[in-house]
Nanobody, 119 residues
Framework: QVQLVESGGGLVQAGGSLRLSCAAS????????MGWFRQAPGKEREVVAT????????YYADSVKGRFTISRDNAKNTVYLQMNNLKPEDTAVYYC????????????WGQGTQVTVSS
């Protein structure tokens, strides 16, 4: 497993932008698929975006397509989530997660970072 630490959350007005970062420990980070998930109060956790180990394949939830961009820098063991045109409904705790080549699901999780979008 890898250890994950998110940063970059905060309070922003609707229409604004934030960039979340997730720093990972371990020398095998480049082999892991990475994902960003979020959980709003009273709601289930949902996937926001994922990226393959090579960065060639990405996935976005319909609700964020065209506004959010996931990327990774394997040299820095870091994955990013650029969030533009934020909406109040994007308010949630955002989690970074990693899936190793031998896992069928994301098995390593960060502690989460709060994103609050005011209207």
């Amino acid at each position: 497993q890898v250890q994950l630490v998110e940063s970059g959350g905060g309070l922003v007005q609707a229409g604004g932008s934030l960039r979340l970062s997730c720093a990972a420990s371990g020398r095998t980070f480049s082999r892991y698929a990475m994902g960003w998930f979020r959980q709003a109060p009273g709601k289930e956790r949902e996937v926001v975006a994922t990226i393959s180990w090579s960065a060639l394949t990405t996935y976005y939830a319909d609700s964020v397509k065209g506004r959010f961009t996931i990327s990774r820098d394997n040299a820095k063991n870091t994955v990013y989530l650029q969030m533009n045109n934020l909406k109040p409904e994007d308010t949630a705790v955002y989690y970074c997660a990693a899936r190793s080549p031998v896992e069928s699901d994301f098995g390593s999780w960060g502690q989460g970072t709060q994103v609050t979008v005011s209207s």
